[in-house]
């Protein structure tokens, strides 16, 4: 059963109202937050979560899930799949600090477009790719 939002904000240990800007993030700095596939929550990122932390929704970053079979490669789920999808991901965001009011960057927008990588889970379940190899800016 999925959690409210509001628990499952608790449960993290961030409260919803805590104002993380001013303990967490300062100006000109890239945040990139992994989220379920349920549109419900990307949206509730974008719209309240970015905003409390003075952030700017740039783009999602999409990590097709492939089968680890050497001699063919296939989704670990058909894309038509209704309970689960084969693709997790990861919205990118830009922490204007003082001044909310500024553009991006042009190099940070072409930097952080959105991408497909393509991969296989590792044998931790839920273990996200690295994307240090992505973050040359």
Known sequence: KALPMQELFVRKQIPENQNTQDTVFC???IVM????NRPLYQKWLKEKI????KAQYISTWYWLK???NVEEE???????CEHKKPYECCLVGWIHGN????????????NFQTRVLIGSPTEHHSQKPSLSMYLNV
């Open 66 to 68: 492939t089968t680890s």
């Open 74 to 80: 296939h989704l670990v789920v058909p894309l038509e």
């Open 33 to 36: 937050v992994w989220v379920t």
């Open 50 to 53: 970015f905003p409390k932390w």
């Open 99 to 110: 001044n909310v009011n500024s553009a991006i960057p042009v190099e940070i927008v072409q």
């Open 27 to 29: 100006g000109g700095t």
